[in-house]
C-alpha cells in the first residue's frame, strides 16, 4: 500500500462564523489533504504552524470585530517569526479586502468567498474537480452540515449576506445526493441542510423549487437517519415541503424559519415581503399539516425606527405562537445595506434592554414546553459524553444551538447511537433524563 507523505509546511486552519463558513473550511482542508498538506482545523495548542489560513466572519458588528481581533493576533505572531505565512479568506476579505490590504501588511493575501482555487495556487496546491462530492467534516462524526446553495436573491434592508456571498446559486442535486453518501459511508448518521434561503433550491438551475424533489432523493441514502432543515425564509414558503416532511420519517419534525420581527411597520421596513397576519396564517398551516413540528426562529431587535410599540408587537408575537426555539440578534448598522441610509437611532443600551427582554420571554415558554415533556420517552442522538453525564439532542435539537439532553453516565451510552430517553426532570433550556432498556 502506498503511504501518503506530506509537505514539510503544516496549515492551521482557523474558521469563524457560521456553519457555512465551517463547511467551506471542510472543503478547503479536503482540497490540501489531497495536495499532501497536514492541516490542523482550530488548533488549541500554542504551537502555531508554518501556514496559518482565517476564514472570517463579517456578518454583524461582533463578528466582523472578533475576525479583525483574530487577524491581528496571527499578525503579531508573523512578525515575530512565528509563523511564516498568513493568509486570510471568507466573508469579512470579501467585503473589505481592499481596506485589509491596506491596513494589515503582515497578511500576505486576502481572498474572497468563492476565491479558493487561488488560495489553493498560492500554496502551489492544485484545485482538484474530482474531488467534488468528498470532504473532510470538522463536526463529530455522526453528524454533519450539508450546504445545498451559495448566496442569495433576497434584498432584505439590513442583510450584507448577499454583498459576500453574491447571487443565489443551487448545487445540482446529483452533487448533493453524492456527499450525502460519502458522508454515511464514513458514519454519519444525520445531516443538517444549510443554505442562506434553503426554500429557493432549484428556481436557478430547474426553473422550480425543488427541495421537497432533493429530501425525497436524500432520505433514499442508506446510513442516514436524521435530516434536519435550516434557514427556511418565510415569504412565499412553499407548504409542499411540510408535506414532505410528514411523509418521510427520516426527516426530523423541526423547521428553522427565521422572521425577524412582527410589526407589520418594521417588517417593511426590513423589506422582508411578508406581513404579520401572513406570518401568523403560515405558522399555523404549517402546525396543521405536521402537528407537534418543532419551530425555531430568530428575531431582530432594535432595527431603525422600531419604537415601544413595535417592540411590544414583537413580545406578544412570540408569546402567542410560543416557538419552541428562538434567538435574538441586535441590529448591526451595516453600510452598502438598504437599511444604512436610515438613521441608526435605537439606543445600544436599549437594543441590550430589549434583546433581554425578549429572551426572558421566550425563556418563561420554553421552560413550559420542557416541562410537559416530563415522564415521556424521545429518540435521543448522543453527542459526548461530561464528567458526569452523557449529552445528547432529540429530533427538536440542533447541535450548538438548541436544548440538551443529559443522562447520567451510570447509564452507558455510546456516542454518534441513538438511545431511548425518558425525561426525568427539566429545566429553562435543557432536559435530563434515563435510558429506556
Known amino acids: 500500500m502506498k503511504t501518503r507523505t506530506y509537505k514539510k509546511e503544516k496549515v492551521q486552519l482557523i474558521t469563524l462564523g457560521c456553519s457555512k463558513n465551517l463547511v467551506d473550511s471542510e472543503n478547503l482542508m479536503t482540497q490540501l489533504d489531497y495536495n499532501h498538506y497536514k492541516v490542523e482545523h482550530n488548533p488549541s495548542g500554542a504551537d502555531p504552524a508554518d501556514i496559518v489560513i482565517i476564514n472570517t466572519c463579517g ?65 502551489n496546491a492544485d484545485y482538484k474537480h474530482e474531488l467534488v462530492g468528498e470532504r473532510l467534516t470538522t463536526t463529530p462524526s455522526h453528524f454533519a452540515y450539508l450546504k445545498i446553495s451559495e448566496g442569495c436573491n433576497r434584498t432584505c434592508s439590513f442583510c450584507a449576506i448577499p454583498l459576500m456571498r453574491g447571487k443565489h446559486i443551487s448545487i445540482p442535486i446529483d452533487q448533493i445526493i453524492l456527499q450525502a453518501r460519502n458522508l454515511a459511508r464514513h458514519g454519519v448518521k444525520e445531516i443538517i441542510l444549510i443554505a442562506q434561503e434553503l426554500t429557493y433550491y432549484g428556481l436557478d438551475i430547474y426553473k422550480e423549487r ?94 431603525p425606527g422600531e419604537s415601544e410599540s413595535d417592540f411590544n408587537d414583537l413580545c406578544n408575537f412570540v408569546e402567542e405562537q410560543r416557538f419552541d426555539r428562538l434567538g435574538v440578534f441586535q441590529y448591526s448598522h451595516e453600510e452598502d445595506t438598504s437599511a ?91 432536559l435530563i433524563g434515563e435510558l429506556v432498556p
Not at 479583525?68 to 466573508?91: F, P
Not at 444551538?401 to 425518558?422: L, M, T
Open 59 to 123: 456578518f454583524i458588528d461582533r463578528a466582523k470585530e472578533e475576525s479583525i481581533e483574530t487577524i491581528l493576533e496571527y499578525a503579531q505572531l508573523k512578525r515575530r517569526g512565528a509563523i511564516s505565512k498568513l493568509y486570510v479568506t471568507g466573508c469579512l476579505s470579501q467585503r473589505y479586502k481592499d481596506n485589509l490590504e491596506s491596513e494589515i501588511k503582515e497578511v500576505d493575501a486576502f481572498f474572497g468567498t468563492m476565491e479558493m482555487p487561488a488560495l489553493l495556487a498560492k500554496l
Open 340 to 430: 444604512y441610509l436610515m438613521k441608526d437611532d435605537v439606543p445600544v443600551n436599549l437594543k441590550e434592554e430589549r434583546a433581554a427582554s425578549l429572551m426572558a420571554i421566550q425563556e418563561g415558554i420554553s421552560l413550559e414546553l420542557n416541562e410537559e415533556k416530563i415522564g415521556k420517552v424521545y429518540k435521543v442522538l448522543i453527542d459526548h459524553k461530561e464528567t458526569d453525564y452523557y449529552v445528547g439532542r432529540t429530533e427538536a435539537d440542533s447541535p450548538e444551538v438548541d436544548n440538551e439532553v443529559h443522562i447520567s453516565v451510570k447509564d452507558y451510552c455510546r456516542i454518534g447511537d441513538f438511545a431511548k430517553v425518558r425525561i426525568t426532570e427539566a429545566d429553562h433550556f435543557d
Open 210 to 303: 425543488s427541495l421537497s424533489k432533493l429530501l425525497n432523493l436524500l432520505c433514499e441514502v442508506e446510513g442516514i437517519e436524521w435530516i434536519r432543515l435550516h434557514y427556511a425564509y418565510p415569504s412565499k414558503f412553499p407548504l409542499d415541503v411540510i408535506h414532505t416532511m410528514k411523509s418521510q420519517e427520516k426527516i426530523c419534525n423541526y423547521l428553522d424559519l427565521p422572521l425577524q420581527h412582527a410589526s407589520d411597520r418594521i417588517l417593511a421596513s426590513m423589506k422582508r415581503q411578508i406581513t404579520r397576519e401572513e406570518t401568523r396564517r403560515l405558522i399555523g398551516d404549517i402546525r396543521d399539516i405536521l402537528p407537534g413540528i418543532s419551530l425555531r426562529t430568530t428575531m431582530l431587535v432594535g432595527f
